[in-house]
């Protein structure tokens, strides 16, 4: 049965701005999808155990005060605790080349830099859904 | 397939009954894909529910409703009991998809456990709200959650809808929005167990009140009479209130013998029009063949007409269920 993939929109961390998000969440609304967006300042628990209740397919990180670093690898660490692994994670903002690798590692299938278009997100996020 | 559906399902049940919300989350997404696996876990868990309080809300967009439910699972964790949410916003009929917004007003919530909240897109579907709607406000019943509440946005079908699903239906209203809008929207005020008119910290509200009130007087209510609670859901003024109406409209349902018989006829009503839904299913498929488009094309041509082609479509699709009823 065809059913939309389910996104968590997050943004963790203190910076107040997600007009970048929103427009993500529209895009991502047009290609289909159900689109939860959480607002700003989320902690990495307040993300997890949203994304575990609202029972997504993938979560989507902004983070734009370069906490990034601290903050995405928590998120995957709390994934882990919870058994919720088989969902996708994916960062974006504003993230040096030389963190991602690092950011990789600790579980976060990709990171968008800021030239990446919408599509190209949505593409990977079709592409790579777990389940 | 069956069996091994109903072993899983069995599990699922066992697992959303020992608390473990993400199988409760996983068996409402197979609800909400109308999986079969989720079905037979509802099956399995049905002598379990009944025992929630299902509080709906509805109003127009951006009323508060969300602020208001973010408040009351406040009151209501106060009180010292576990709430669970289901936010329902328009899915788009262009994209199928959707932009789920409730939860932001409800987010501070995210880590209490006593909290559950699941947002939900309308989707395509005949009957599409009451439908997925209704299954989980079983599971979570089933999943013992004492108080549910139902949020979903007061335009088309889906005020009407809310009354198939809730106990107790909550009609936010707000100022400023001009008498016609919302009082005497047909429907409105026949729904409404307890009128909330919310962002009385603006102007009018007041007036709003009145308004409600001079509706209700005309109506016929002998067991109870819908009353009128003013709200800032940004403050929380009011809410305690509302919830003390709310459960008061319950109690009067119970000691009038009706919440049984309420709910049985919301239950009634539901498997009627999943049953509605299966024969449309049926008849569609069956008929979208070449007999099928012939019958199209003599109807386009005139060559019938839409009632005796009603006639053969029912007599046909009777003969069919006859021969599954046989095998
Ligand atoms: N002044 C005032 N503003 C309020 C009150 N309650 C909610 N709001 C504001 O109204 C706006 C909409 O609130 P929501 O809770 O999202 O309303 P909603 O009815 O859930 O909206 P939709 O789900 O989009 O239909 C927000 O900016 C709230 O802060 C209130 O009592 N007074
Ligand atoms: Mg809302």
Same mark, same amino acid.
């Not at chain 1, 107040?16 to 939860?36: C, N, P, T």
């Not at chain 1, 994916?90 to 590692?105: C, N, S, T």
């Not at chain 2, 409730?102 to 909240?117: E, F, K, L, N, P």
């Not at chain 2, 919301?266 to 008849?283: G, H, W």
């Given at each position: 049965?065809?059913?939309?993939?389910?996104?968590?929109?997050?943004?963790?961390?203190?910076?107040?701005?997600?007009?970048?998000?929103?427009?993500?969440?529209?895009?991502?609304?047009?290609?289909?999808?159900?689109?939860?967006?959480?607002?700003?300042?989320? *902690?990495?628990?307040?993300?997890?155990?949203?994304?575990?209740?609202?029972?997504?397919?993938?979560?989507?990180?902004?983070?734009?005060?370069?906490?990034?670093?601290?903050?995405?690898?928590?998120?995957?660490?709390?994934?882990?605790?919870?058994?919720? *692994?088989?969902?996708?994670?994916?960062?974006?903002?504003?993230?040096?080349?030389?963190?991602?690798?690092?950011?990789?590692?600790?579980?976060?299938?990709?990171?968008?830099?800021?030239? *990446?278009?919408?599509? *190209?997100?949505?593409?990977?996020?079709?592409?790579?859904?777990?389940? | 397939?069956?069996?091994?559906?109903?072993?899983?399902? %069995?599990?699922?049940?066992?697992?959303?009954?020992?608390?473990?919300?993400?199988?409760?989350?996983?068996?409402?997404?197979?609800?909400?894909?109308?999986?079969?696996?989720?079905?037979?876990?509802?099956?399995?868990?049905?002598?379990?529910?009944?025992?929630?309080?299902?509080?709906?809300?509805?109003?127009?967009?951006?009323?508060?409703?969300?602020?208001?439910?973010?408040?009351?699972?406040?009151?209501?964790?106060?009180?010292?009991?576990?709430?669970?949410?289901?936010?329902?916003?328009?899915?788009?009929?262009?994209?199928?998809?959707?932009?789920?917004?409730?939860?932001?007003?409800?987010?501070?919530?995210?880590?209490?456990?006593?909290?559950?909240?699941?947002?939900?897109?309308?989707?395509?579907?005949?009957?599409?709200?009451?439908?997925?709607?209704?299954?989980?406000?079983?599971?979570?019943?089933?999943?013992?959650?004492?108080?549910?509440?139902?949020?979903?946005?007061?335009?088309?079908?889906?005020?009407?809808?809310?009354?198939?699903?809730?106990?107790?239906?909550?009609?936010?209203?707000?100022?400023? @929005?001009?008498?016609?809008?919302?009082?005497?929207?047909?429907?409105?005020?026949?729904?409404?167990?307890?009128?909330?008119? %919310?962002?009385?910290?603006?102007?009018?509200?007041?007036?709003?009140?009145?308004? @409600?009130?001079?509706?209700?007087?005309?109506?016929?209510?002998?067991?109870?009479?819908?009353?009128?609670?003013?709200?800032?859901?940004?403050?929380?003024?009011?809410?305690?209130?509302?919830?003390?109406?709310?459960?008061?409209?319950?109690?009067?349902?119970?000691?009038?013998?009706?919440?049984?018989?309420?709910?049985?006829?919301?239950?009634?009503?539901?498997?009627?029009?999943?049953?509605?839904?299966?024969?449309?299913?049926?008849?569609?498929?069956?008929?979208?063949?070449?007999?099928? %488009?012939?019958?199209?094309?003599?109807?386009?041509?005139?060559?019938?007409?839409?009632?005796?082609?009603?006639?053969?479509?029912?007599?046909?699709?009777?003969?069919?269920?006859?021969?599954?009823?046989?095998?």
């Amino acid at each position: 049965m065809e059913r939309p993939i389910r996104v968590l929109i997050a943004k963790p961390g203190l910076d107040g701005h997600d007009r970048g998000a929103k427009v993500l969440a529209r895009a991502m609304r047009d290609a289909g999808m159900e689109v939860i967006y959480t607002g700003l300042r989320q *902690t990495p628990e307040q993300i997890v155990e949203a994304a575990v209740q609202e029972d997504v397919d993938t979560i989507g990180l902004s983070c734009l005060s370069g906490a990034h670093n601290h903050l995405f690898p928590e998120v995957t660490r709390l994934l882990k605790e919870k058994d919720a *692994t088989d969902i996708l994670v994916v960062g974006g903002g504003i993230i040096p080349e030389e963190d991602i690798p690092k950011l990789k590692e600790a579980g976060i299938s990709e990171i968008f830099t800021p030239g *990446t278009t919408t599509a *190209t997100a949505i593409e990977y996020i079709k592409e790579n859904v777990k389940r | 397939m069956t069996t091994h559906a109903k072993n899983d399902s %069995n599990i699922w049940a066992e697992r959303v009954l020992a608390g473990d919300r993400r199988a409760l989350a996983r068996v409402i997404s197979l609800l909400e894909n109308q999986e079969p696996e989720g079905f037979h876990t509802l099956k399995t868990l049905y002598p379990k529910t009944g025992q929630a309080h299902i509080i709906g809300l509805t109003g127009p967009p951006g009323g508060g409703k969300s602020s208001l439910v973010d408040r009351m699972i406040q009151e209501i964790r106060s009180r010292g009991h576990e709430v669970a949410v289901v936010a329902v916003d328009p899915t788009s009929p262009f994209t199928g998809g959707a932009i789920l917004g409730d939860r932001i007003r409800m987010q501070r919530w995210a880590s209490d456990t006593g909290v559950y909240i699941r947002s939900m897109g309308t989707r395509g579907s005949l009957g599409g709200l009451a439908r997925a709607v209704y299954a989980t406000v079983q599971l979570l019943d089933a999943a013992s959650f004492p108080y549910i509440l139902v949020e979903t946005v007061g335009v088309g079908q889906s005020e009407v809808d809310i009354v198939q699903v809730a106990d107790t239906v909550v009609v936010v209203s707000v100022p400023g @929005l001009g008498d016609d809008v919302q009082v005497s929207k047909a429907g409105i005020m026949e729904i409404g167990d307890v009128f909330a008119v %919310n962002k009385a910290d603006l102007p009018g509200s007041q007036r709003v009140v009145v308004e @409600l009130q001079s509706m209700l007087d005309l109506g016929s209510h002998d067991v109870w009479q819908p009353p009128v609670v003013t709200t800032v859901a940004t403050t929380g003024k009011g809410v305690s209130e509302l919830i003390t109406a709310i459960q008061e409209h319950l109690v009067v349902l119970q000691e009038a013998n009706l919440l049984t018989k309420q709910r049985l006829a919301r239950e009634k009503e539901a498997l009627l029009q999943r049953l509605t839904e299966r024969i449309r299913c049926d008849i569609t498929k069956q008929w979208s063949n070449k007999q099928g %488009n012939q019958a199209w094309e003599n109807l386009a041509a005139k060559k019938t007409d839409p009632y005796t082609l009603e006639e053969q479509l029912y007599l046909s699709w009777k003969g069919v269920t006859t021969v599954d009823n046989q095998d």
